[in-house]
């Protein structure tokens, strides 16, 4: 099966900083990676999909790059309701898929 | 809207089973497919399996093959989840999601399941 690295695991941020999250692949999986974020005690919803490709509904300050083995997703301006955990996830042609570890965003 | 609505919470004795279910509406059913994930108490998201709605198709993680059962019913609509010989590190929420199967992803969410295994 193919594993999501994470890093960091987590990190303090203040409201208006730029935030980059990093997740490698074990093999290559093209531009099949996805971004979710979850809030304590939701569902995930998800942010990015094919690597860079923003969900509807989902404000611009989002954004995705990468493929192959290396992706990265930024937002550009923290809001305060961006604090949350932010999770990679490959879905490489058939299922199974796997997720990263996570991210956790604090606020500093 | 697509909403998918899942069953309440259980709880389960260690060596017991499982069967969450998943009500999908808004969309035709038989077009994606069903993922399950669960997240135990204070941990990251693991990803089980995926369910063809279309043909009954599946896919499961092999840490869960031979333990976990995916199925539906295209008459109501529903997916279902089993899960058996419960462990207590199984006390997790059970989410269903919404996925196409062929480099799909998780587009609508189910509001999870909390199954509590404890003797």
């Known amino acids: 099966d193919i594993q999501m690295t994470q890093s960091p695991s987590s990190l303090s941020a203040s409201v208006g900083d730029r935030v980059t999250i990093t997740c490698r692949a074990s093999q290559s999986i093209s531009s099949d990676l996805n971004w979710y974020q979850q809030r304590p005690g939701k569902a995930p919803k998800l942010l990015i999909y094919?690597?860079?490709s923003l969900q509807s509904g989902v404000p611009s300050r989002f954004s995705g790059s990468g493929s192959g083995t290396y992706f990265t997703l930024t937002i550009s301006s923290l809001q305060p309701e961006d604090f949350a955990t932010y999770y990679c996830q490959q879905s490489y042609t058939t299922p199974p898929y796997s997720f990263g570890q996570g991210t956790k965003v604090e606020i500093k | 809207q697509v909403q998918l609505v899942q069953s309440g919470a259980e709880v389960k004795k260690p060596g017991a089973s499982v069967k969450v279910s998943c009500k999908a509406s808004g969309y035709t059913f038989t077009s994606y497919g069903i993922s399950w994930v669960r997240q135990a108490p204070g941990q990251g998201l693991e990803w089980m399996g995926w369910?063809?709605?279309?043909?009954?198709?599946?896919y499961y993680t092999q840490k869960f093959q031979g333990r976990v059962t995916m199925t539906t019913d295209t008459s109501t609509n529903t997916a279902y989840m089993e899960l058996r010989n419960l462990r207590s590190d199984d006390t997790a929420v059970y989410y269903c999601a919404r996925n196409r199967g062929y480099s799909g992803y998780e587009e609508h969410w189910g509001q999870g399941t909390l199954v509590t295994v404890s003797s």
């Open positions: 369910i063809s709605a279309h043909n009954g198709n599946t």
């Open positions: 094919t690597a860079s």
